[in-house]
């Protein structure tokens, strides 16, 4: 199981590298500009990418966590997580100002669900007693906190009150969900790896004996 959360961790830590590239790369503005308006920029082809290597990360997260026993539900979150992350990067948004096409669409409805599920798989966690169950817990509150706000201007559009990224911090709100998602990803794998060394000694210890 070790070998699934080192091959996670890279995973993950290797599309996070290629995501904070691109956010050097691109110079757009982190507080106005939505992650996904940087697929336009000439290093856009590293949010597919980043994003599948976080799908790939989750998938062999969620394997570790099937076999440590944790709760199935918990197991099938970390795994939608997985598949909507590799939708959201499989299917590009639109260009701003065009109207919502059927790729712009798959994009965002799974960037939500995507949104969604890591902080209720996190509050599972916390509720299990997990090794840091109280910052998991933290995390995921904040995370659905942010999801609220990613939600409202869409819903003020909705009602026809013209309201642009540039009017309010989208792109930080944004970036808020994903970082403390990643965060309770990263503390369910960490969980894990505790109790493997901890048996790790303890059979050294036996040995010795």
Not at 49 to 67: D, P, Q, Y
């Amino acid at each position: 199981m070790k070998a699934l959360l080192v091959s996670g961790f890279t995973a993950i830590g290797t599309g996070t590298g290629a995501m904070l590239t691109l956010h050097t790369e691109a110079g757009l503005d982190p507080l106005h500009s939505v992650i996904s308006e940087y697929a336009f920029q000439a290093a856009g082809w590293m949010l597919p990418l980043s994003l599948t290597l976080f799908a790939f990360g989750s998938a062999l997260i969620a394997e570790a966590l099937r076999r440590s026993g944790a709760d199935r539900w918990v197991v099938a979150l970390v795994l939608t997580w997985g598949a909507s992350m590799f939708l959201v990067g499989a299917f590009p948004t639109d260009a701003p100002g065009l109207p919502l096409s059927l790729s712009g669409g798959i994009h965002r409805y799974a960037a939500f669900v995507a949104f969604l599920v890591m902080p209720l798989a996190g509050l599972l966690l916390a509720r299990a007693r997990i090794r840091y169950a109280r910052c998991v817990r933290i995390l995921s509150v904040i995370a659905l906190g942010a999801l609220v706000l990613v939600v409202v201007p869409y819903v003020v559009r909705w009602f026809g009150i013209p309201l642009s990224n540039d009017d309010i911090p989208a792109g930080l709100i944004q970036r808020t969900v994903v970082v403390t998602e990643l965060g309770v990803l990263a503390l369910a794998g960490l969980s894990m790896l505790q109790p493997l060394a901890r048996r790790s000694q303890s059979g050294i210890s036996a040995v010795l004996a």
